[in-house]
């Protein structure tokens, strides 16, 4: 029954984890009788082939794992873990950094009326809220609707044999699958805004003063976006590949080192953000852009916590795996 394992192993990776056991449970002993069914009409036990036949007109395992779930309006289970994960990733992570660091200190020490500007710009962060919230939906939603036409014919087309081997770890290193799908879409999502902001939009200006990317974010431009892309390939790895394996850590890890290294890079600079004025006095142009590299300079730090704190917790899943391999291996013999 290896191919109904990584059937069931499959269908898990795009189930929410508190309704895993529960669903798997009812969809293995539904898929046990049909199975037990069709032996008893022949009078034997089924091949490989059989077997796969029995899997493939069932569904595709993202397919059977949204019949189970609560129908969506706008976008399905499917896509709903990933939607909620880049939503958050954008608005929490993305715009709440860069207003708190970067835009109110601007709008505070260039304003004639600060007061006033913040009430403005409080104001308007709903809209702004809004329109990534519309973006974000928009893009889901077209992903749900293209999802519905190429069903039919993904349905024909899979082959329940080339789905993946379970590693011997990997009930214990469960990685959900929205976290692939998170990673494709963010990575999508961030090259094209650095391409954007990157390269044709550097700079912006707030009433009388500018404020602009230093030089080394152009120096190391195609550094940054080989990296912003690299989770674009990860997301495909993770989606091709649900189950865990060490392909996974050792892309992700690559990705890690490759961003501590541009960090450093980038840390060095200590200018990453410069701010210029006709009106204002020399001064206040000096503490506008001190305060919005202090800014940049948190964000790298936070940034280098959590690429570590990441790096730490593949080792861990790299020495579990190493760990369970030798304990199942003798469980195996022993059986």
Known sequence: MDLMERYLHAVKGWLP?????????????????????????????????????????????????????????LIGPAWLPAYR?????????????????????????????????????????????????GIITLVFASLERFQAPVEGKALENW????????PAAARSQHIPSFVFIGELVTGILWSLAWVYFGWFRPS???DTVRVALAPVWRNDFWA?????????????IGLLRPSWTRLHSGVRLTIHAG???????????????EVTSLKLPSLRVAEVA??????????????SIIVVSEVI???????????????????????
């Open 259 to 273: 961003t501590l290294i541009l960090l450093r890079v980038l840390f060095k600079a200590g200018t990453w953000i």
């Open 224 to 236: 940054i976006l080989l990296l912003l892309m690299s989770g674009i390939p990860a997301g495909l």
């Open 313 to 335: 917790q593949e080792v861990y899943r790299i020495v579990r795996a190493n760990w369970a391999r030798p304990w199942t291996a003798n469980g195996l013999a022993a059986s």
């Open 17 to 73: 984890r508190a309704q895993q056991d529960d669903i798997l449970a009812e969809l293995s002993e539904d898929l046990r009788a049909q199975i037990e069914d069709r032996e008893t009409e022949l009078g034997r036990k089924l091949n490989e082939d059989e077997v796969a036949a029995i899997l493939k007109k069932r569904g595709q395992p993202i397919m059977v794992a949204s019949g189970y779930l609560p129908r969506q309006y």
């Open 85 to 133: 994960f880049v939503l958050k990733l954008v608005l929490l992570w993305i715009m709440a950094p860069i207003i708190a660091f970067i835009v109110v200190p601007v709008v505070y020490l260039t304003a004639a009326n600060p007061g006033s500007a913040l009430l403005d710009l409080a104001l308007g962060l709903p809209r702004d809220a809004t329109a990534t919230f």
């Open 159 to 166: 082959d329940p044999r080339k789905l993946p081997r379970v």
């Open 290 to 303: 001190h305060w919005c590299n202090f800014g940049v300079r948190i964000a790298f730090i936070v940034i």
């Open 204 to 206: 912006f200006d707030f």
